[in-house]
């Protein structure tokens, strides 16, 4: 982190990502909390890339800004009150409150912290190297996700079946 | 590889822009400078790429159709109507850009903004010829699949903040379509990968030149899989049930007028240019032509097949009727996917086989070759047959009565029930 370039790309990305988490949260419509919640998920992958983490930014990109918004897109289109929008809430004074707790104690840990400043390391292709490791080292966790997709999956298409439903 | 190497040889239009690279550097600029440039250069080259394409496939696509049709085709402004995209482009500029009331003003003056994105930002990682690419990212093949994902959101930004039920209805039509054909689009990308066992474009080009072969030949399901799912991407018309003019009458863009709609025509292109430039890098060998492109500049070349792919859409618009959605979504989800899995499987273990048994790749590359065609051909015939798609779902023997199809008659109690 230091050159002009990424300095200035680093505050304008944290500005994106940080201005449109708090958007999420204080927009009344639920499709612009959507929206919003993209932006920030590409502000996140931009982040990524000051980090040189090629693979984790677009991965972010692909499975964020591309799946799990479109994921929610449909729970919010097939709910029947989603119409509502965020209305007004009696938690709302609780939760300004806590907010602030949690944002001062967090911050006064970063601030108060005796962090150690690493260099910038040369620029290392991961693609490869995650490949290999989830394919070794992590082989159990690795698979034991994808059953779990799959029960999802299967668990997902046993709820939305009809009672009773026939073969066609 | 170009024998001089001045900022003047077109064969390598990147050698232009290395050299003022080169001229900025050493003027002592800070070394962001000329990568700020180097980006703003390859931006504005593939815009204007990308537009001048448009421009001309305006005409070239009107007049192609006109022509499977039987018609003519725009002939009236200037010499063979060449004029046209001209015309219409002055057209969109003057109609008024209505805003329902109704609408969500916000997002539906952001959709003409951010549509034109995914199809240009794709073209970053895509090379033009020996080095002129904007980015050579090594996770290239993934940043393509990740950009065309954005795609979604904006269409289904269009379709709701139009506030009206057609638009909805095909801003969920596409939803649903991209959804089921990025899996496959996904696995067929992988196939290719899989074999050059790397996810940068720049090294699948290396890979099919080094080889003196194309993906196409040993890949075909692949390649057929990524060419339809790119056509359900570009919404052409054997499955543009998304904007169908007769059942929705123009989907996600029906409350699109004048140059908002100018927009939303021209991000078709960009996406279809896109679709078609990573099917010409992944599977035709990019800006390679088995040695052609010592005599040919390589951008020449690879632009010809971006052009000929992109043809392949405008015959079948042309030539093919529409399919329904729920024909679309069967087709993906019980053929190409399966399809696409086995193939996967069957490429996996090839590669396999090559790396463990240290093979010549000109001895073991023609056999790959034979033995996936094969296979695809047997799977396409099988799994078809298991569907039972091979023949007519019913053949009547003799003429049937309106009663025996079971046709709903006006007044008369329905079939069946």
Not at chain 1, 75 to 94: K, Q, S
Not at chain 2, 86 to 91: G, V
Not at chain 2, 188 to 216: I, K, R, Y
Request: aromatic share 12%; charged share 15%.
């Amino acid at each position: 982190m230091d050159d002009a370039g990424t300095v200035t790309a680093f505050w304008i990305l944290t500005v994106i990502t940080v201005g449109s988490a708090l958007m999420v949260v204080a927009v009344r419509n639920l499709i612009h909390a959507v929206v919003f919640l993209i932006l920030s998920f590409l502000g996140i992958a931009g982040l990524y890339v000051t980090l040189s983490a090629d693979f984790v930014a677009v991965t972010q990109v692909l499975i964020y800004a591309g799946a799990v918004s479109v994921l929610i897109l449909f729970a919010i289109m097939l709910t029947p009150r989603a119409g509502r929008d965020n209305t007004e809430t009696f938690l709302r004074l609780p939760a300004l409150l806590l907010a602030i707790l949690v944002g001062f104690t967090i911050g006064f840990v970063a601030l108060d912290a005796d962090w150690a400043i690493a260099d910038r390391g040369s620029f290392e292709e991961t693609a490869s190297a995650i490949g290999e490791a989830l394919l070794s080292k992590y082989v159990l966790p690795f698979e034991i996700a994808s059953v779990l997709l799959l029960v999802a999956m299967l668990g997902a298409i046993l709820l939305v079946r009809p009672e009773g439903a026939v073969e066609e | 590889m170009p024998i001089l190497a001045h900022w003047w040889d077109l064969r390598n239009l990147g050698n232009a822009a290395s050299a003022l690279l080169d001229r900025i550097e050493a003027w002592g600029a800070p070394a962001w400078i000329p990568y700020v440039v180097a980006g703003v250069i390859g931006i504005v080259g593939c815009l204007t790429f990308l537009l001048l394409s448009q421009l001309s496939f305006i005409w070239i696509e009107r007049r192609l159709v006109a022509r499977m049709q039987n018609r003519i085709g725009p002939n009236r402004v200037g010499p063979q109507g060449l004029l046209q995209p001209i015309a219409d482009t002055l057209k969109l500029f003057l109609k008024e850009a209505i805003t329902k009331r109704s609408a969500d003003r916000t997002l539906f003056w952001l959709v003409p903004i951010v549509i034109l994105s995914p199809g240009l930002v794709a073209f970053a990682v895509i090379p033009f010829g020996d080095g002129m690419v904007l980015a050579k990212l090594n996770v290239g093949v993934l940043f393509l699949i990740a950009v065309a994902s954005l795609n979604t959101l904006i269409v289904f930004m269009a379709g709701w903040s139009s506030n009206n039920k057609y638009a909805l209805l095909g801003a969920m039509r596409t939803v649903a379509m991209l959804i089921s054909y990025e899996l496959v689009q996904v696995l067929a990308l992988l196939s290719a990968v899989l074999f050059v066992s790397s996810m940068n474009v720049s090294d699948v080009v290396g890979w099919q030149s080094h080889f003196h072969t194309w993906l196409l030949f040993l890949l075909p399901l692949a390649a057929v899989a990524y060419i339809f799912a790119g056509a359900v991407e570009i919404n052409r018309t054997p499955v543009d049930i998304a904007e169908a003019e007769s059942e929705i009458v123009a989907g996600y863009h029906i409350e699109y007028s004048g140059i908002k709609f100018g927009f939303l025509y021209t991000a078709e292109y960009f996406a279809g240019f896109a679709v078609a430039a990573v099917m010409a890098s992944l599977f035709l060998g990019g800006w390679t032509a088995w040695g052609l492109e010592e005599w040919v500049p390589g951008w020449l070349i690879f632009v010809t097949k971006v052009y000929m792919v992109f043809f392949i859409y405008i015959w079948s618009r042309g030539t093919l009727p529409r399919l329904r959605i729920d024909q679309l979504m069967a087709f993906a989800w019980k053929f190409l996917l399966p399809l696409s899995l086995l193939n996967v499987l069957l490429v996996g273990g090839e590669v396999l086989v090559w790396q463990e048994g240290g093979y010549e790749a000109e001895v073991v590359l023609p056999i790959f070759a034979v033995v996936n065609w094969a296979v695809a051909g047997a799977l396409v015939i099988v799994w078809g047959s298991v569907l039972g798609h091979l023949r007519p779902e019913r053949r009547p023997r003799r003429a049937l009565l309106t009663k025996e199809v079971g046709v709903i008659v006006y007044g008369q109690p329905e079939p069946g029930v």
